[in-house]
């Protein structure tokens, strides 16, 4: 949780870092026009890809079975889509990047060893936080 929390504190102050630096490079029209159109790809991708997952798991539901890596896609989708909200080159390119099946494919393989992992080990715990 600590690392998290860093994470949130150093995070927008590297993003901000580059973003000034771009502009003293490219100009500052630039930057801002760079920041929105990759802003605007990764919402239609994550747009696009939702919609195609959804569609597959109604497909998969509709067979009888469970969606099981459909729903991790989705979940990997919805975190590249909290990525491209949040304003910043290296989100945006993280979040764009997880975006591409390819890579979201690897991505969800790698997620599930590591949770057959923790689930082998014992030592996954599923909490709900407390406010």
């Given at each position: 949780?600590?690392?998290l929390?860093i994470?949130?504190?150093i995070m927008?102050?590297?993003?901000l ?10 100009g500052f ?7 929105i ?6 919402f239609?991708l994550?747009r696009?890809?939702?919609?195609l ?5 109604r ?5 009888g079975r469970?969606?099981?890596?459909e729903?991790?896609?989705a979940l990997?989708v ?13 989100t ?11 890579v979201?494919?690897?991505?969800r393989?790698i ?7 923790q689930?082998k080990?014992?030592?996954w715990?599923f909490?709900?936080?407390r406010?």
């Amino acid at each position: 949780m600590r690392w998290l929390l860093i994470f949130f504190i150093i995070m927008p102050i590297v993003e901000l870092y580059i973003l000034v630096y771009l502009s003293k490079i490219i100009g500052f029209w630039y930057t801002l026009f760079s920041v929105i159109l990759i802003g605007m790809l990764g919402f239609h991708l994550a747009r696009s890809q939702g919609f195609l997952l959804f569609k597959t798991a109604r497909r998969e539901f509709a067979l009888g079975r469970v969606p099981g890596n459909e729903v991790l896609d989705a979940l990997i989708v919805m975190t590249a889509g909290l990525l491209l909200i949040t304003p910043g080159l290296i989100t945006d390119t993280v979040g764009v990047t997880i975006l591409i099946p390819r890579v979201r494919t690897r991505l969800r393989n790698i997620i599930k060893q590591w949770l057959l992992h923790q689930i082998k080990l014992g030592t996954w715990k599923f909490n709900i936080w407390r406010l």
